[in-house]
Every structure is written in structure tokens, then in C-alpha cells.
């Protein structure tokens, strides 16, 4: 009977191909309780917790601990490193690595104890992982790679390849990202060579576009990941596809294509939603908020904003009730644990009873033995009474026990109650405020732009140029100022102090005063206007009274045309530079400001110097706020003067429209998976 058992389950559920994943899980899930067979219910349990792994955490946590007990209980040990690890691998989706790397360490001592070596692979493989996540690159290498040369002796192709993917990942983390492009072309490779039904192509493919994609190589990126499309869609993979499309949607975000952008994640939220599968869902949100404020709808920007924040929010507290649940059913196990102890107990105290019984019939028919025989008998009784008191008094405590654990479960259970309720008061009030504090930005935004020049201005004075502005905030504290007096030409890129609102009400200031020297007073020397500019942010400022210290950093160019064909140029900085690059020039040559702040009191007498030249006709002028030297990439490193200037040289032979775009996209790449952290202000103009 239990061969016949036997063989129907492995025909029932050896091989993925004969129904839907759906079905084999609640066929296995109705098979369960009517197996009464150890080594069978251990099977199943182990095949469903790896079913259920990403679909329901719940289930698949329930039925991995479960079959850690069951295993425990029977002579079938062997089975504890895999069933170890799977649960390891639930942890890790839940995102509790404390709890994943501890099943993962117990896996891989079972695995030594009972020499399973596959298990010990993939058990160095899964630390690895586990590691890297927590971003100890060093060790996640090395257990990576004992995991692949466990693999290569065991002449395991499956588990090579997957070695090679994780050790990738890490690589690809610490944007070593030739190297990491090896390791995910090897694991490609083993799996091309593997047999049709083994050689799954979509993980390496797709780590290979992902990779491309983050280098900002979209071409390759987009190559790879349509394969992978069609790997997916040929096995209906829906979470796939999904996430698939939610990293085409980022390359077309990075290439400011927001019309694709939002047509690709609405597709995508809406095909997520019908699965409620809310890590996709909340990045394909996310995708859609930065493409709307790149078309500057804010609206549609704030509604996706508060859609990302609430479905991460559901995320967690679900991660939060599936460790809470983790948490409930290893008390349940223990308590099983305990009452089976008690159960082995009372079984021994009933074969003690019985021995006794026997005793006394004996002693019944050997009564006439005498006297001796009694008392050896009230010994035996008494011991035995004794051994019934210290039994009573272990249940006592174990029942204690187990109260206490219920009330701490029952308490911290309250504690989460109450954590989220406080977080949906925080949540409500931030959305209150935030909604005020965007409609004034907006506000400001619009009367900044209103005020402050255009780029036709500057069109009118240079026939070639490029500007290259962007606010850290939604208003900026830089701004340029351009202008013509008679037959020269003013241009100047201005710093003011901070940035977001406090910078842009600078900005005004700053910009109002410009006006008034250079319009109304006809001041036309740089030197002069940022003395008399010095002069009025103090006044305007009442920094003698308040003792403010706000103020600016400014670089700004008179241009006028000579009789002979040259250029004249006047510069004057406030501890902002000129660049400029000349037809006899060998890298960018730099003319530095004045060591002056304006708005700020110095005890020597320092002035601000009026600097001419006399330029050919082509020479490239370039001038700046400090936010582009000064913005930072993942790793906390500063582009700097050095590498700006250096890439302004390399494209000084395009036009400055390419230029712009050269530089733009360097800045970009700079500051992949990182803010910007300033203000942002480049011009250059060709005399």
C-alpha cells in the first residue's frame, strides 16, 4: 500500500510540466493530512514552503517550520540542512536577515554533520547572499565562491551557475562592473550547455540588461532585456514580466522619454495590482512620479507620490504581520514540542504504574515470604509516588512557561497595534503639511520664473550658448543675470547662500540690486557692479544691526566688440572663476575671483578686482555656481574642479548645445542611486 502511495505522488507531482503551479500546490496542500506516512509528509511540506517562497510568505514560513519539527521528531535528520535553508530563503524575502542568515548557518552545520555536500554548496551560497545584502562585500565573496568550487566538484551545473549569479550581484554592488559583466556571461554560458528543460536564460539575461542599464549603456540594456521578455512571456511568468518592465521603464526615465515612461508603468501597476504584487507596484508608482515632475505635473506627481508611499507602507506592515505570524507559530511549535515531552512522560509513569501492579500481585501470591518483601515493596511505592510529585511539578513549570510566552506574544502583538496607529497619525499629519508646503513652493516656483531672465535673452546677446540649471529644490538660491548697456554685453552666474527657499529669496534680493546697478545706475565694470552690490546686500540685509552673514558668490563677464575684430573682456569674481579655452589652449585656463564673499565682513580691507582682456572671436567662456564640482556619487566622492574642467576641454570641439547635452549626461551618470545635493548653475558661451 505504501509503494502504491508512492509511486501515485511521484507521478502526481514529480514533474512541473504536467499541471499549473497553482494547482499542484492545492493539490499538495489536500494531500497533506491524508498521508500518514513520515517520510512523504516530509516531501510534500518541503515541496510546498519552496512553492509558496514568493507567492504567500505566510504559508511558505508556516510550512517550513512545520517540517523542521516533523523532521526533528523522526529518524530522517538528513533532511534538517534543506529544510533549514528554505526557511533561511523565507526570512530573506521577508526581509529579516538576522533570523535568514541564522537558518542559513544552522543549514550549513547540518550539512557538515551529515556530509550534504549539494546542501552544504548552496548553504555557503545563501550566506553569501545574505551578506552582500547587508553590504559585507569581503565575506560575501568568499562563501560565494566556496559555494562554487563545491558546485564544480560535485559536477553540478545548476548550482555553478547560480553561484556565478550571486557573485556577480555582489561585484555589480561594488560597481566593479567589467567584472561582474564576467561572472553573469559565465553563468549564461553553463546554463546554455545544460539540458533544454534545466537551462532557464531569464535570470542571466536579465541581470546582464540590468547591469548595462545601470552603466548607462541603454542600447545593450534594452537588447538583453527583450530577450528576457520573450523567456518570460513564453512561460506566462506575469511577476516577471512585470518587473521586467518596470526596469524598461527606468531606462526610458534616465533617457527623459517620460511619455514611455508613463504608458510602460501604468500597464505595469495596473498588471501588478491584479496580483497584489506591491514591490512591483510601489516602484512602478515611483516610476510614474518622476516622469510626471519631469513634465512639471505635479499633481499627477503628488497623487503617485502618495500611491508609492502607501502600498510600501502596506509592504511593510504585511512583512511586519508575516514575522508577527513567524513569531506565533514557533511559540505553537514549542508548546507542541513541550506537550509531546509530557506525553513521552505520562507513557512512563503508565509503564511504571503497570511494573508496579505486577509487584504487587506478586507480592499478593508471596505473601507468606514475609515481612522483608513488604517493606521492599512501600520502598518501591514511595519511590514511585516521588517520581509522580517531580512530573506534576515539571508540567507546573511548563505550563508556566508557556503562559508567559502567550502574555509577552499578546503584548508585543498590542505593542505593534499601537506603533502603527501612531505611524497613520505621523502619515496624516506629514500629508497635511506637505500638501501646504508644496502648493507655496509651487507658488514661489512660478513667481521665480516670472522674474528672473530667460535663456532668449541671452540668445539675443550670443548667437551660440548653452544653459545648464537645475535647483536642487523646486526654487533655486542660483541664478544668472543677462543684459545689455549701449554696445556691451553683461553676463553673470550668481551663488547665493543656501538653497530650496531660502537660497530663491536670496536670489531676489540679489536679482533686484543687479537691475538696479546695471539698468538704472548704467554700471557696466564687473568689479564695480559687485562692489556696489557688496554695498546694497548689506543695507538691503541690515547686517551691521542683525549681523546676518547671507549673501553670494558671483562671477560676472562685460563682453564688447573692437574695431580690429578682438573681443574686449572685463571679468570680476567673487570667489567665482572664469574658464576659458582659446584656439592656442591645451586644457581649460582659468582665471580666479576675488578671495571676497559678498555679505560677509572681513577685518583686512578687501576689494574686488576688475580684470581686462583682449580675445579672438571663438574663444569659449565658461562660468558657474559650485554645485556641479561639488555633487557627490554613491560612494561620497565629489566630481570636482579638476574632472569638470577636464570634461569641458575633452568636448570644446562640438557645439555648445552638444556640449550641454555631454555634460548633462556625465552628471547624470555621476550621480546614479544618489540626490543632488545643490544647486546646480553651468553657462558657456562663444564670443
Not at 540542512?81 to 523565507?90: C, D, E, R, T
Not at 532585456?225 to 512571456?233: D, G, H, I, T
Not at 499627477?300 to 506565533?328: M, V, W
Not at 572685463?570 to 581649460?588: H, N, Q
Request: positive net charge; glycine residues 6%.
Amino acid at each position: 500500500m505504501r509503494l502504491l502511495f508512492t509511486v501515485i505522488f511521484i507521478l502526481m507531482f514529480g514533474y512541473d510540466n504536467l499541471q499549473a503551479q497553482s494547482a499542484k500546490t492545492d493539490s499538495l496542500e489536500k494531500l497533506l493530512p491524508l498521508t500518514t506516512d513520515t517520510s512523504q509528509q516530509i516531501a510534500i511540506l518541503s515541496k510546498l514552503t519552496w512553492q509558496f517562497r514568493y507567492s504567500n510568505l505566510k504559508k511558505a514560513l508556516h510550512y517550513g517550520l512545520r517540517n523542521i519539527a516533523l523532521i526533528q521528531q523522526s529518524t530522517y535528520k538528513e533532511e534538517l540542512p534543506q529544510a533549514n535553508g528554505y526557511v533561511g530563503v523565507i526570512y530573506r524575502n521577508l526581509g529579516d536577515y538576522s533570523q535568514a542568515i541564522t537558518y542559513h548557518y544552522k543549514a550549513l552545520k547540518l550539512a557538515k554533520k551529515h556530509q550534504v555536500l549539494i546542501q552544504e554548496a548552496y548553504s555557503y551560497n545563501n550566506i553569501g547572499d545574505i551578506l552582500q545584502r547587508q553590504n559585507h562585500f569581503s565575506d560575501a565573496t568568499t562563501n560565494i565562491k566556496r559555494a562554487i568550487d563545491l558546485f564544480v566538484r560535485l559536477k553540478n551545473k545548476k548550482g555553478e551557475a547560480y553561484g556565478y549569479l550571486r557573485l556577480g550581484e555582489v561585484l555589480q554592488k561594488q560597481q566593479r562592473y567589467q567584472e561582474a559583466l564576467k561572472a553573469f556571461l559565465k553563468a549564461l554560458t553553463i546554463r546554455k550547455k545544460m539540458d533544454v528543460k534545466q537551462a532557464d536564460l531569464s535570470a542571466p539575461l536579465h541581470r546582464i540588461g540590468v547591469l548595462y542599464s545601470v552603466q548607462g549603456k541603454y542600447k545593450e540594456a534594452m537588447l538583453y532585456l527583450s530577450k528576457v521578455l520573450r523567456q518570460y512571456e513564453t512561460k506566462n511568468d506575469i511577476l516577471g514580466i512585470c518587473s521586467l518592465q518596470n526596469d524598461i521603464s527606468a531606462i526610458y526615465l534616465q533617457q527623459n522619454n517620460t511619455k514611455e515612461v508613463i504608458s510602460q508603468a501604468t500597464k505595469t501597476w495596473k498588471k501588478a495590482s491584479e496580483v497584489t504584487a506591491k514591490p512591483i507596484m510601489y516602484r512602478s508608482a515611483r516610476l510614474l512620479q518622476k516622469a510626471y515632475e519631469k513634465q512639471q505635473n505635479y499633481t499627477k506627481a503628488y497623487y503617485y507620490q502618495q500611491l508609492y508611499i502607501n502600498t510600501l507602507e502596506g509592504f511593510l506592515n504585511e512583512q511586519r504581520g508575516n514575522q508577527l505570524d513567524a513569531l506565533k507559530y514557533s511559540h505553537q511549535l514549542d508548546k507542541q514540542q513541550v506537550a509531546l515531552d509530557l506525553k513521552d512522560k505520562d507513557i512512563q509513569l503508565l509503564q511504571q504504574a503497570q511494573k508496579e501492579h505486577r509487584l504487587r500481585r506478586g507480592l499478593v501470591y508471596a505473601l507468606l515470604i514475609g515481612i522483608f518483601l513488604l517493606a521492599c515493596l512501600i520502598t518501591v511505592l514511595f519511590r514511585g509516588n516521588l517520581r509522580k510529585k517531580k512530573a506534576n511539578h515539571l508540567l507546573q513549570n511548563r505550563n508556566q512557561e508557556i503562559a508567559e510566552k502567550s502574555r509577552e506574544i499578546i503584548v508585543q502583538n498590542q505593542e505593534l497595534q499601537a506603533q502603527q496607529e501612531e505611524i497613520r497619525v505621523q502619515h496624516d499629519t506629514i500629508e497635511r503639511r506637505n500638501h501646504h508646503i508644496t502648493q507655496s513652493i509651487k507658488a514661489a516656483k512660478t513667481i521665480q520664473e516670472a522674474i528672473l531672465p530667460q535663456e532668449a535673452r541671452i540668445k539675443q546677446m550670443f548667437e551660440q550658448y548653452f544653459v545648464l540649471y537645475r535647483p536642487r529644490d523646486v526654487v533655486s538660491g542660483d541664478f544668472y543675470w543677462a543684459g545689455r548697456v549701449d554696445n556691451t554685453r553683461i553676463l553673470g552666474a550668481i551663488d547665493c547662500t543656501g538653497h530650496g527657499v531660502p537660497g530663491a529669496f536670496m536670489s531676489m534680493i540679489g536679482f533686484a540690486l543687479l537691475n538696479e546697478i546695471i539698468n538704472t545706475k548704467k554700471i557696466t565694470h564687473p568689479g564695480q557692479v559687485l562692489t556696489y552690490l557688496r554695498q546694497e546686500v548689506k543695507k538691503a540685509l541690515r547686517q551691521e544691526e542683525t549681523h546676518n552673514k547671507d549673501g553670494m558668490d558671483a562671477g560676472i563677464i562685460a563682453v564688447e566688440d573692437q574695431p580690429d575684430g578682438k573681443v574686449k573682456l572685463e571679468f570680476s569674481g567673487a570667489k567665482r572663476p572664469l574658464w576659458y579655452i582659446t584656439k592656442e589652449s591645451d586644457s581649460v585656463e582659468i582665471i580666479d575671483g576675488s578671495r571676497v564673499s559678498i555679505g560677509q565682513a572681513y577685518m583686512d580691507k578687501r576689494v574686488i578686482e576688475n580684470r581686462t582682456y583682449i580675445f579672438d572671436k571663438g574663444t569659449l567662456l565658461y562660468l558657474s555656481s559650485d554645485g556641479f564640482a561639488d555633487q557627490n556619487n554613491v560612494d561620497r566622492r565629489k566630481f570636482g574642479v579638476k574632472r569638470l574642467t577636464e570634461l569641458i576641454y575633452s568636448i570644446s570641439n562640438k557645439d555648445l548645445s552638444e556640449q550641454k547635452q555631454a555634460l548633462d549626461k556625465a552628471l547624470d551618470d555621476f550621480m546614479t542611486g544618489t540626490e543632488q545635493r545643490d544647486d546646480i548653475l553651468l553657462m558657456g558661451v562663444r564670443l
